[in-house]
């Protein structure tokens, strides 16, 4: 088992930062590839990026350049720093894990998301 706490959402202006967390408990998070999801109002669940056991990284096309994923096994936790958002980012953000190599909307984990607003 696998359970997962995000943190570090908030309200940022166009042109912020942020740096989300995803703190997990299990002894199995080292083997998992982890990645980030959001949601905005009224739209489905996006994938944004992920990073898998080795360290292998993808992103969505709409933060490549922007956003970066890394992962701390010491501390069970993975990171996305957010820079230059943007309004069209705003969104609550969501963690997942899975014991395979990718990370789907299938994936057995989920953390109970992080709300990112950016104002314009």
């Known amino acids: 088992q696998v359970q997962l706490v995000e943190s570090g959402g908030g309200l940022v202006q166009a042109g912020g930062s942020l740096r989300l967390s995803c703190a997990a408990s299990g002894r199995t998070f080292g083997s998992c590839t982890v990645g980030w999801f959001r949601q905005a109002p009224g739209k489905e669940r996006e994938f944004v990026a992920t990073i898998n056991r080795f360290g292998n990284i993808r992103y969505a096309d709409s933060v490549k350049g922007r956003f970066t994923i890394s992962r701390d096994n010491a501390k069970n936790t993975v990171y996305l720093q957010m820079n230059s958002l943007k309004p069209e980012d705003t969104a609550v953000y969501y963690c997942?894990?899975?014991?395979?190599?990718?990370?789907?909307?299938?994936?057995?984990?989920w953390g109970q998301g992080t709300q990112v607003t950016v104002s314009s």
């Open positions: 997942a894990a899975d014991l395979g190599m990718v990370v789907t909307s299938r994936s057995p984990y």
